[in-house]
């Protein structure tokens, strides 16, 4: 990137949303459902994305029902990351609700103090904290052959980038967030937003002479509105390095290096029954204009923006993702 040249760009030949190029065509069900198929063949040696990091500092802790089980997630003594199951052993109180003394988890029932290490019935689950989200690895879910860390995406360095998690819940499984990142076509239609003039310029089995052996890379240009007919256009590809994760990362244009992380964690059934799943997205942003310290700087004031900013596309795209999944649930998904 030329860190003189200005990030932002005027739209030259803006066009109106119906009158935009229709992607119907490239979006062929099979080559997203080809990219959904290899990404659910990788391993994910039974972690899972518990939260953000940034909710395990001091006495806060993370409490989730991931495929059904309970779990909480703090600092013990010392600021070493700890889990277990969130249910107490005494009389199943539930410990979301328990708070953090100086390391120690406290059950607001009776007292029992866990600091992390096997007591009283309770027994710990390994966790891991990547310096942006918390994972907890749950064998008995996941039924793979455990891995000592999560596969976590390269990223840029979290103390020089700002970074902001999102989280939603949606009725639908972990396979329907991973196919609406998967199929970027849709981008500029369903969020228009956010974005204009997106092309998919290469994609595993898709025509313009993309290949299979492309795997399950998905490259893409587009245009990040900001306000009227100001964008900024960069080459953004979509990976998916595990089962429940898609990884969009910026690789031409302005803030090139940046990532964007979903990760989808199955959190079991609601009372009728429908299966319930956490997205949580990660937002990694990095630049080298010398400017970008001063954004760093303001990183608490700009969090709240990006997870605004984020929270009204998965609005759509939960939707998108709920409605795939009610399709698949009565056997009505075209195909």
Not at 27 to 52: C, D, E, F, M, T
Not at 79 to 90: D, E, F, I, K, T
Not at 256 to 277: F, I, K, N, Q, Y
Not at 310 to 333: H, I, K, P, Q, V
Request: hydrophobic share 40%.
């Amino acid at each position: 990137m030329n860190r003189r040249r200005p990030p932002l760009s005027l739209r030259r030949s803006a066009v109106s949303w119906e009158r935009q190029r229709p992607t119907w065509q490239e979006a062929r069900p099979a080559v997203i459902a080809r990219a959904l198929k290899r990404a659910q063949a990788l391993p994910s040696g039974n972690w899972y994305v518990v939260g953000a990091s940034r909710a395990v500092r001091g006495d806060g802790k993370l409490a989730r029902t991931v495929a059904g089980r309970e779990i909480v997630v703090w600092r013990g003594p010392g600021g070493r990351l700890v889990g277990g199951p969130g249910s107490c052993p005494h009389l199943g109180a539930p410990l979301r609700d328990s708070p953090v003394r100086c390391g120690t988890l406290v059950c607001h029932w009776h007292g029992l103090a866990l600091d992390g290490s096997p007591y009283g019935g309770w027994s710990p689950l390994p966790v891991h904290d990547d310096g942006v989200l918390v994972w907890a690895r749950l064998d008995a879910v996941g039924g793979e052959e455990p891995m000592d860390e999560p596969v976590v995406p390269r990223r840029p360095d979290p103390a020089r980038a700002l970074t902001a998690v999102h989280t939603a819940v949606g009725v639908c499984d972990p396979e329907d967030v991973v196919a609406n990142r998967l199929d970027p076509w849709h981008g500029a239609w369903l969020h228009p937003y956010s974005f204009a003039d997106l092309t998919v310029v290469d994609a595993p089995g898709a025509p313009d002479g993309a290949v299979d052996g492309a795997g399950n890379e998905l490259t893409v240009d587009v245009s990040f509105k900001v306000a009227g007919r100001l964008v900024v256009p960069v080459r953004a590809v979509f990976t998916a390095p595990g089962p429940r994760t898609v990884v969009m990362r910026i690789t031409e244009g302005e803030g090139a290096g940046s990532v964007v992380e979903t990760h989808a964690t199955p959190l079991g059934a609601d009372a009728a029954g429908r299966p319930r799943t956490a997205v949580v997205e990660a937002v990694v942003a990095a630049s080298d204009r010398p400017g970008f310290a001063a954004v760093r700087r303001a990183a608490p004031l700009l969090r709240p923006l990006v997870r605004a900013a984020a929270a009204r596309l998965w609005r759509d795209d939960l939707s998108y993702a709920e409605r795939r999944w009610r399709l698949r649930s009565t056997g009505r998904f075209p195909g």
